[in-house]
């Protein structure tokens, strides 16, 4: 060991490794460009908190003011519904409306009243009520009755028919309840006319007609001509007086038969039927009008349909 080993080891602590001088010696040295000689790392400076900061930060309000011309401004939403109309046309929406919602409270009133029991507006104004409600808005309480209906009710009907060569001819029978049941069988939405017109215009007319064809109420000669303007509806629909015919008279008749009972059931009924026939009743000039506004009102139906599919 030469003096220079003897005074390394003597500045060396007793805790620090022993490196040998050779060691030492022949290790690269390092470029102060090399990758590995980094600057030393300086401390960030703490920036001040933003609430000790005199200056005002980005963005914040003391910067940019509400009125300022950074402010960008909302898009107007355009006017919808009633409020997009002029005013001429706001008034004449306004009228229908209103005359809408009276026309509707007036008509529940009145039924109100019609199926209300008795009391001073109905005894003062039950002849208002009455022509109001009859025969088409007629309310009764036979859906909760606890002895439903049990006879099938068929109603017929056959014209008595001036051709268009001047003869007279009877024709026959036409079922017209059966063409309203084969209308509503397999038939998923059937119409309202289909299901009750006939129906509840002969129940109008039995319950105001006796056994001998007299009126037992005021709203016997009303109930007598809607079922013959039906009943005229219904044989021109079926053109039962023919080309070139016209109808003259009608008559009417109804088959009533009991519905039997179950065959668990000890219940015995009769299975013959029971006819009612009634009067001819000539057809008057009225009745044949409204016959030929309904078969153009059918005709127009049907047209509508065609060229809905046709589209």
Known sequence: MDANDEDSNARRGPDEPENDAASVRDAPRKSPKSPDHRPPREEPTPSPHPSESSEPLVGSPAEVSPSGPERIAEPVQPASGIAALTLPYQIAVALVLAIVAVTTCAHLGLVFLHIAPSNTLTKQHGRAVDEWVYPEFEQNWKLFAPNPLQQNIAVQARAEV????????????????????????????????????????????????????????????????????????????????????ELERIQLRSRTTNVQPPEWSE?????????????????????????????????????????????
């Open 267 to 311: 219940e015995k009924v009769s299975d013959k039927p029971v006819v009612r026939e009634l009067p001819w009743w000539s057809v008057t000039d009225d009745d044949r009008t409204d016959a030929a506004a309904d078969a153009a009102g059918a005709d127009r139906a049907v047209t509508g349909r065609t060229e809905a599919s046709a589209g």
């Open 162 to 245: 001036r051709t268009a060569d001047g003869e007279v001819r009877t024709t026959g029978w036409y079922d017209l309840s059966a063409l309203d049941g084969a209308a509503i069988d397999h038939n998923p939405v059937p119409s309202h006319t289909q299901q009750n017109e006939l129906r509840r215009a002969w129940d109008f007319y039995t319950a105001t007609h006796d056994g001998e064809h007299r009126a037992t109420s005021s709203r016997g000669d009303l109930s007598e001509r809607y079922v013959r303007r039906i009943v005229v509806m219904r044989l021109d629909r079926e053109q039962a007086g023919g080309p070139g015919g």
